[in-house]
């Protein structure tokens, strides 16, 4: 991949938030924007550089958080910054700043159809502070000194149900969405099915549980790609078509880095049997990824991806039947 495309890469979840507010009274949701980039290309920059890192690693973000508020602070005798607690007090003050702009000024927002982009981004700001606050609680000084002062974060399944709610109501009171916000309400279903299938993986692995546990947890990912898939876009989204085909194949790919070393034991047979769910989604993938006419193709390309090197980056886990 080349420099163009890591930095495109690192940027597309934000741009999906994107808007162009042009009145003074949305400054905020812009200010609040553009944080969110900040922090998602921060956090993205070392993965996307290395394509995928081992999925039970986080990587990236190692900038300190400078903050005074001892909720953050962990149960020890010295304050520890990592790049979960970094993620978790960003999104969580993102989110913040977002509730009281949708609180106060959401009759503005709605007259400028940013209510929706609002909305959604506060959603999403806490379904990241969700994610990276379950990861935190799994951190060594965390298991080893008990809850203490951890920060308390809302669950990814009611992040999920919230998603479905939001849209919901802002149908029912006819308030515009734009297609991006529709989309990202629409998918977080499988979206958030892969955080929570990455959140369980760490934590199995640090009870010593994931190799028995590891089907579980490929499948979970397989099938938030699946779902992923098959959320339609409006005929007005298709420019972020690029972001949902890379969330695919991280998702796979993060599946498949998690059976690292497998091809030794498993031939196609067993691992079709054990895995049906991966097996037959990496082979939808790759398969579509082959057809110059299919919009996984095109949109590969359109990152900068080698045709030559797709089903290589993919990987397997799996040796061929004899």
């Not at 779902?227 to 007005?236: P, R, V």
């Not at 690029?242 to 691992?271: D, K, N, Q, W």
Request: charged residues 25%; glycine residues 4%; contains cysteine.
């Amino acid at each position: 991949m080349s420099r163009k495309s890591i930095a495109l890469l690192a940027v597309l979840f934000a741009v999906l938030l994107a808007g162009c507010p042009s009145v003074d009274h949305v400054r905020r949701l812009r200010d609040a924007q553009d944080r969110f980039s900040e922090v998602n290309e921060s956090l993205n920059a070392a993965t996307l550089a290395r394509i995928l890192p081992d999925p039970l690693e986080l990587g990236g973000n190692t900038h300190a958080v400078d903050s005074d508020d001892e909720t953050y602070s962990l149960a020890t005798t010295e304050r520890l910054e990592t790049p979960n607690r970094a993620a978790y007090v960003e999104y969580r003050a993102i989110s913040e700043a977002l509730a009281e702009l949708n609180e106060t000024a959401a009759a503005e927002l709605e007259r400028d159809h940013r209510l929706s982009t609002s909305l959604t981004l506060e959603l999403v700001s806490d379904w990241k502070a969700a994610l990276y606050g379950s990861l935190l609680a799994l951190e060594p000084a965390a298991v080893e000194t008990g809850p203490g002062d951890l920060p308390t974060s809302e669950s990814l399944a009611a992040v999920r149900t919230r998603a479905a709610g939001l849209l919901t109501r802002l149908d029912q009171a006819k308030v515009p969405v734009l297609p991006r916000d529709r989309y990202l309400l629409t998918a977080a279903p499988a979206l958030v099915r892969y955080d929570v299938a990455y959140a369980w993986a760490v934590r199995y692995r640090q009870s010593g549980v994931l190799g028995e546990k590891i089907a579980e947890v490929v499948e979970q990912m397989a099938r938030a790609e699946e779902g992923l898939a098959e959320t339609a876009f409006a005929s007005d989204a298709r420019h972020i078509e690029p972001f949902v085909v890379l969330s695919r194949y991280v998702m796979l790919r993060s599946a498949i880095l998690l059976l690292a070393g497998e091809p030794g034991i498993f031939t196609e047979t067993e691992a079709r049997e054990r895995f049906p769910k991966l097996y037959t989604r990496r082979m939808e993938f790759l398969g579509s990824w082959r057809d110059p006419e299919s919009p996984v193709h095109a949109a590969m390309i359109a990152l900068d991806f080698d045709p030559a090197d797709v089903a290589a980056l993919m990987g397997s886990f799996y040796l061929a039947d004899s």
